[in-house]
T-cell receptor, first 111, second 110 residues
Framework: DVKVTQSSRYLVKRTGEKVFLECVQD?????MFWYRQDPGLGLRLIYF???????EKGDIPEGYSVSREKKERFSLILESASTNQTSMYLC??????????FGDGTRLSIL | GQNIDQPTEMTATEGAIVQINCTYQ??????LFWYQQHAGEAPTFLSY????GLEEKGRFSSFLSRSKGYSYLLLKELQMKDSASYLC???????????FGKGTMLLVSP
């Protein structure tokens, strides 16, 4: 079974902090994705990566960056957290042509 | 760009059949996915269509018409545990990214 592990289920941070969300997959797949999910807006793609050290902007990259130093790990970085980044963050992985599999999500609150 | 529409909410009775529709207008198309998401949990993959027609998987079936930009998810013999949000997602032709609809919240009542 595919396993995607996100480092925290719940996280509370303060405005202006630098926040790291970590995601690890155990399938040695190339593609990894970061989404945020908000009520009434659905899942929206922030960034994705199709190989180590490669990254591509998704639909809403502003205020975020990512890091993919190793194939199994894809990190989402909030450079200076703001209250409008309070959301559920979901990491996913998937091979080309295959379904994406999601982690359990991190519910992030920015105070 | 991609525009994906699905109803916001649906209700149905245990044991019944329900059809959740999804329409899309996209600049590229390389498959349509359905996911199920229970409250507070991650989305889980249900079905995938890339060619026109019906794909059946147990109590769940999914249909695609590419010419009409239309898909539906059919759930038979509804159970209480089927109460969840159902997400329609279209894959583009390039990097294999998905664009999701806003989801349909299905409530199954006794």
């Amino acid at each position: 079974d595919v396993k995607v592990t996100q480092s925290s289920r719940y996280l509370v941070k303060r405005t202006g902090e630098k926040v790291f969300l970590e995601c690890v997959q155990d399938m040695d797949h190339e593609n990894m994705f970061w989404y945020r999910q908000d009520p009434g807006l659905g899942l929206r793609l922030i960034y994705f990566s199709y190989d180590v050290k490669m990254k591509e902007k998704g639909d809403i990259p502003e205020g975020y960056s990512v890091s993919r130093e190793k194939k199994e790990r894809f990190s989402l970085i909030l450079e200076s957290a703001s209250t409008n980044q309070t959301s559920m963050y979901l990491c996913a992985e998937g091979e080309f042509g295959q379904p994406q599999h999601f982690g359990d999500g991190t519910r992030l609150s920015i105070l | 760009g991609q525009n994906i529409d699905q109803p916001t909410e649906m209700t149905a009775t245990e044991g019944a059949i329900v059809q959740i529709n999804c329409t899309y207008q996209t600049s590229g198309f390389n498959g349509l996915f359905w996911y199920q998401q229970h409250a507070g949990e991650a989305p889980t993959f249900l079905s995938y269509n890339v060619l026109d027609g019906l794909e059946e998987k147990g109590r769940f079936s999914s249909f695609l018409s590419r010419s009409k930009g239309y898909s539906y998810l059919l759930l038979k013999e509804l159970q209480m545990k089927d109460s969840a949000s159902y997400l329609c997602a279209v894959r583009d032709e390039g990097y294999s990214t998905l664009t999701f609809g806003k989801g349909t919240m299905l409530l199954v009542s006794p």
